[in-house]
């Protein structure tokens, strides 16, 4: 395993190495070559073409409440999964603008040589190395449970079994969606099961790459802050101030880092907010067709299975929320950096500039999920609520 995590390490991107190499593979940062990128395209618009035969048969299902739970509960999450893959492909180059950014601000980071701030840089490399190896892990735990859910309800339960042999229980799939052939009996029933299984572990691709992307990411920004405000405390080197020229210098360098810090979470946010309003929708609904299930489940494998789903379901959306909640809480922390330095020792022209530059440092920048809420423990909470809702609802 140590030799595994090694190889995804890459010099030229010490941070985002690991998540880097995967949005590559999976067709999210297209390759150079012309017949390689048209590839990845059509298989992106092949997986969109799938998401849609699921609603066609959702349609032919709306009779059976169970069935249609079961299709919406996945549907749902494939559709976030398409448009994931898609708008990353379709803003390519602000994506790429974004992620240069992260790696060549990374990089002027680890250039200092303060004990302080480089501990700093340690701390967010290695929570992010923990974090994406620990979502990748639960991810293919996911992917298990899906592909795996049809199978174990075959083996749990004699009664299906023997349904399926008097022809009262159908074929169980992964996915419920419709195929040009009958996907009931033999041949058609297992080109279906390896055509569904490929789509799968191709969603959970998708998932892994963008959603550990996302919140490095933003685990990122919140490090740049805690740097920058390390960096606004030592603005003044010794007790007994510095030259007016070395000052215009430093407070340049400060300037410019928070202005590019500003642009490009902005250009980050405006590139993920219209993606997590679709995704906090369908969260809702999906956790509430997810929980319907695990309390109308038969047996303790169905149970065990449908808890394993729900859990993703909810580690999903917190891990989003609770890291762009901190880097709110830290941007707004960020103006007492000028105040912790030793700006009492200067003369006034240069605490007049101290207080300008914490005037700036007061921006605001928060994440949002489309134009009516922000990405924050709040609305992780709200949707909590609102999942519980529906789930009353549907129990009455």
């Known amino acids: 395993m140590n030799s595994l995590r090694k190889s995804l390490e890459d010099p030229e991107r010490p941070f985002l190495g690991p998540n880097y190499w995967l949005l590559k593979k999976v067709g999210f940062i297209l390759p150079e070559n012309k017949l390689a990128k048209i ?5 992106h618009e092949i997986v969109t073409f799938f998401v849609i035969t699921q609603y066609m048969e959702l349609y032919v299902i709306r009779s059976n409440l169970g069935l249609v739970l079961t299709n919406l509960k996945i549907s749902m999450l494939s559709v976030v999964c398409v448009i994931k893959a898609n708008t990353f492909v379709l803003w390519q ?3 790429r603008e974004v992620l240069e950014y992260v790696t060549s601000a990374d990089k002027f980071e680890r250039q200092n040589q303060d004990p302080i701030r480089s501990t700093i840089i340690n701390s967010y490399t290695s929570y992010c190395r923990r974090l994406t190896y620990f979502y990748w892990s639960l991810v293919y735990t996911t992917f298990l449970t899906t592909t795996l859910t049809p199978l174990m309800r075959y083996v749990s339960s004699s009664t299906f079994r023997e349904n399926m042999r008097n022809g009262t229980e159908d074929f169980p799939h992964i996915f419920s969606s419709w195929m040009p052939f009958d996907k009931y009996h033999s041949p058609g029933c297992w080109i279906t099961v390896v055509w569904h299984t490929l ?6 691709a998708v998932m892994a790459a963008y959603d550990t992307s996302i919140v490095v990411i933003m685990v990122f920004f919140g490090g740049k802050v805690d740097l920058l405000q390390e960096r606004c405390k030592q603005m003044f080197m010794t007790e007994y101030g510095i030259t007016n020229r070395d000052f215009k210098e430093v407070m340049r360098q400060l300037h410019e880092i928070h202005v590019m810090l500003i642009k490009y979470s902005r250009l980050f946010n405006s590139l993920l907010s219209p993606v997590m309003f679709i995704y906090i929708v369908m969260c809702s609904l999906m956790l509430c067709a997810s929980a319907y299930q695990l309390t109308s489940a038969t047996n303790a494998a169905q149970k065990l299975l449908m808890a394993e789903y729900l859990i993703f379901g909810v580690a999903q959306l917190f891990l989003f929320c609770w890291h762009s909640n901190g880097v709110l809480i830290k941007n707004e922390n960020l103006s007492m950096g000028p105040y912790d330095s030793e700006w009492w020792t200067t003369n006034y022209k240069q605490q007049k500039e101290v207080l300008i530059l914490a005037g700036q440092l007061r921006t605001k920048n928060i994440f949002t999920a489309g134009p009516f809420a922000n990405l924050t423990l709040a609305t992780f909470i ?6 519980y809702s529906y789930y009353t609802l549907l129990r009455k």
């Not at 789509?199 to 959970?204: E, F, K, Q, T, V």
């Not at 709200?382 to 999942?387: R, V």
């Open 93 to 95: 180059t602000n994506w």
């Open 199 to 204: 789509l799968c572990a191709y969603g959970a």
């Open 382 to 387: 709200n949707i909590l609520k609102g999942a």
């Open 39 to 43: 590839l990845y395209i059509i298989l």
